[in-house]
Each structure stands twice: as C-alpha cells, then as structure tokens.
C-alpha cells in the first residue's frame, strides 16, 4: 500500500483543472432569481446592487442572497429592494467567512499586502468622493514600505484577476469591504515587516555560520601543518 502512494500524489498532481470566473449578468440574475420563485421578490435594482457587490461571484451571490433570505423572512417581506441589500452585506460577509478567508491565505504576504492596500485606498477614494484612488504601491511608499516584492505581487493580482488590469481597484466588491473591516493595512504591513526581519536574521545567521566554518578550516589546516612539520 506505502508504494502506491507515490503514484497517488502523481495522479492528483496531473488531476484536470478548470478555472471558474465570474458570471456573466444574465447569468447571475438567474442565480438571484430561480431559486426563490415563488418565495421571494427581487426590485431589479436590488439585483444590479447584488451584481455590483458580488461582481457575478458565484459563491459571494449566493451567500448575499442567503443574508437577504433570512433578513426578508425574519421581517415577513415578500420583496427585497436595493435598501435592504445594503443592510444585507455584514451578515452575508459573516455567512460567507471560511471562503473569504480561503479566497485570502492562498496568496503570498507581499500579495496580501498589495490587496489590502488597493482595498484601503478605494476606501479612502470613496470617503473623499474621488474617481480614481490612490495607486497601491504609492500609499504603500507613503508608509515606508517599498520593496520589488510588491511590484511582482500587484502583477500577480491582477493576472489572477485578484485586482482589475490596471490594479486599481478590488475585483469582488464584497471581497474589497471584508478586507477593509478586517485586515487593515497596517496589520498587513507589520506582518511584511517581520517576514523581512526574519529573513534578514537568517542571512546574518548564515554569514556567521559561513565565517565559522571558515575561520575552523583555517584552524584545521594549520594543524595539520604543524603536524606535518
């Protein structure tokens, strides 16, 4: 049994892969709508509302609706509207918990870093009514924190559509406002910060290790010298 598990790991290795996107309009106003006819309404500007937070997300609609299901049973309503949407998104963002922070650990420090960067910084657009936030990596130097790491982790955001292509803005509305409430930039920044520590205090650790070893082969071979002689 112990010698097929070689070939096991081989096999999940070469397992078919199929990437999932998001939905197209159409689409995930079916996935709003189908499952709750002849239980519950939706106003059409509530579902353009779901779309625009959930970006056509499959698991992000469904969790949304979810929160609307239980709120419009809760308060006996037949109809969701845009208002009550809005009133929705903390506990859809509670319901939702385990793939949001799967969405997140996937990525790299430096990544979670860009993400929640570009995440603030459309926060901070928002509050000061601007159209275009800041650009990521600016705020960042604006902290002290500028590495080529990060250059390397925005273009990976945005190829993995973690990020839109220019790396502007959060893909998943829903995605960018949990990131907001719960992984601060700071946070984000303190952790990149010790990553560095740490990597720097092994590189001195293995310069003195280095020079350890030298300074005993040079111990060793006069030994043998004097040995010799």
């Known amino acids: 049994m112990t010698s097929d598990l070689p070939k096991l790991a081989l096999l999940f ?30 106003d059409s500007k509530a579902i353009d509302k779901i779309i625009s937070i959930s970006a056509g997300h499959p698991y992000f609609t469904q969790a949304i609706c979810s929160a609307l299901f239980v709120q419009a049973r809760e308060n006996n309503k037949t109809k969701v509207l845009a208002q009550d949407v809005a009133k929705a998104i903390d506990d859809a963002i509670e319901l939702s918990e385990a793939g949001l922070i799967w969405f997140r650990e996937g990525l790299m420090i430096p990544e979670k ?31 002290g924190v500028e590495t ?19 790396g502007y803005k959060v893909t998943v ?12 930039l700071q946070s984000e920044i ?11 205090d092994y590189f001195e650790k293995a310069k003195r290790w280095r020079h350890f070893s030298y300074q005993l082969s040079v111990i060793s071979y006069q030994y043998l010298c004097n040995k010799e002689a």
Not at 173 to 184: A, M, N, S, T
Not at 191 to 200: G, P, Q, T, V, Y
């Open 13 to 42: 290795r070469r397992a078919p892969q199929h990437r999932i996107g998001l939905l197209d309009p159409l689409s995930a106003q079916r996935l709003i709508i189908n499952p709750v006819i002849g239980l519950l309404q939706y």
């Open 173 to 184: 509305e829903f995605v960018r406002r949990w990131l907001v409430k719960y992984y601060p």
């Open 190 to 200: 303190w952790e990149l910060e010790n990553l560095e520590s740490d990597a720097c």
């Open 148 to 166: 080529d790491q990060l250059h390397s982790a925005k273009q990976n955001l945005s190829k993995n559509d973690f990020l839109d292509a220019d």
């Open 113 to 143: 870093v860009v993400f929640s960067a570009v995440a603030t910084s459309q926060e901070k657009a928002k509050q000061n009514n601007q159209s275009r936030p800041e650009e990521a990596l600016k705020l960042l130097k604006s902290f």
